[in-house]
């Protein structure tokens, strides 16, 4: 992974992102606003899945407005993702925040749709927490150091 | 007492130096303010996108806000309260950084946004409650609204690359992960 870091970091993309200094705070701010979307759309779903709000409407129905709008976002989310590993590989893809980051989205979004379509509360509550973890870690990439070992970053 | 006194001791404040001297305090205080600040702009965006009638278009006006006011208010509380405590620890610099000094205005001017949709289309909210689009106010309130805080995003991220953090002056406790675990 160090040397398919070392690479990408040689690539004109990626040398293009890294001295244009603006690309990375906007792509992370688009990245933000993407997580916004992502996120509500989610928690809408899974309070629907708790009863908390929109009790009166059916699941199914809270799954037709939600569910476009947390896969769209998350498409978002995963080219400005791209543009940000483009933008410095070694911080992210030798970092253990990001690729546990990564493990959880996937596992979120499988989780998000299945307690749509099940209505198993607990599995409601997990799948809360599991976005929150998402959150966190990829606040973490920049902080990797605390992973001790773990963590293949220089960052 | 002036501002940058003001400043000055919210800086020496017990608290703030609690954050400048962990390794973890910062980081954590952060991810909280994306949490909270996610959940409001998502929350805000699913009524002002109702209100355009691009989303929810079947559902009440009413039923959508009744849907997302009653968390948002608690994640609003979040991200306030880890702005503040994040605010201390560098008030100075903070202080005088353009980009937040724009953030505040735009945040200014977001609330001075629902004071007055207040006032105007939510006073007729029952004509057109079930309307797929607001009147003329009710989408120029909706608009203004996602503008602002699309940029107040932008000017976030944007005080995180123009200010530089401050640490406290003793060196980061050597402890990791690891070390809380069983070797």
Known sequence: MTAFANWLAQTPASTWVASHEWVIPTVQSIHIVAISIALVSAYMILFRVLGWVGADQSLDETMRRFWPWLFGALVVLLVTGLVMVLGEPARELLAFSFWSKMTLIVLGTLLTWLAGRTAVKPLGVLTLFIWIGIIFLGRLIAYDHIWGSWSGSKA | ?183
């Not at chain 2, 600040?37 to 009638?53: E, F, N, Q, S, T």
């Open chain 2, 1 to 183: 007492m002036n501002i940058d006194a003001a400043l000055a001791t919210l800086e020496a404040t017990r608290v703030a130096n609690a954050i400048r001297n962990s390794l973890y305090f910062f980081p954590f205080l952060e991810s909280l303010h994306v949490l909270g600040l996610a959940m409001v702009v998502g929350a805000i965006a699913v009524l002002d996108l109702r209100m355009l009638g691009v989303a929810s278009v079947q559902r009440p006006v009413a039923r959508v806000a009744i849907d997302v006011e009653t968390w948002a208010w608690w994640a609003f509380g979040l991200t306030f309260v880890t702005g503040a405590l994040m605010f201390i620890t560098n008030a100075g610099v903070y202080y005088h950084n353009i980009f937040f000094r724009l953030k505040m205005g735009m945040l200014a001017l977001a609330g001075a946004n629902v004071a007055v949709f207040e006032v105007t289309a939510r006073r007729t909210l029952q004509q057109w409650n079930t309307d797929a689009r607001a009147p003329f106010a009710g989408r120029a309130a909706a608009t203004i609204s996602l503008v602002l805080w699309i940029a107040i995003i932008f000017m976030g991220r944007w005080i995180g690359f123009t200010t530089t953090r401050v640490t406290g002056s003793k060196p980061a406790p050597g402890v990791n992960i690891e070390d809380l675990l069983p070797k």
